[in-house]
């Protein structure tokens, strides 16, 4: 089980960008799935974007599809979501997780995520 902590929060204009950052304690998964998830008010959880660390193929929700990014860095203990032509709807608290699996079927689940950060909050304003 890892500690995450998120940041890169904020309010941001209609098109602008924001750059979330997950800090994991460690890295002592060989290989696991990493995913940022959000969650507007009044609405469930969602996927944004995830990844295995077995490959380099990541998954991204339509509604972000071309906008985000997905990136882990300093040997997966760093998981970056850079945000650009920010909209309105993307309006949300915004969740790292990190589960740890030898392949990357669990990934595509939110029960394949053991380890989550407590959040952190977008708002683009129009």
């Known amino acids: 089980q890892l500690q995450l902590v998120e940041s890169g929060g904020g309010s941001v204009q209609a098109g602008g960008s924001l750059r979330l950052s997950c800090t994991a304690s460690?890295?002592?998964?060989?290989?696991?799935?990493m995913a940022w998830f959000r969650q507007a008010s009044g609405k469930e959880r969602e996927d944004v974007a995830r990844?295995?660390?077995?490959?380099?193929?990541?998954y991204y929700a339509a509604a972000v599809k071309g906008r985000f990014t997905i990136s882990p860095e300093n040997a997966n203990t760093l998981l970056v979501l850079q945000m650009g032509s920010l909209k309105p709807d993307d309006t949300a608290t915004y969740y790292c997780a990190f589960g740890e699996s030898p392949n990357p079927f669990p990934c595509n689940t939110a029960a394949g995520f053991s380890d989550w950060g407590r959040g952190i909050q977008v708002t683009v304003s129009s």
């Open positions: 990844l295995w660390t077995g490959n380099t193929t990541a």
């Open positions: 460690t890295n002592k998964y060989r290989s696991y799935c």
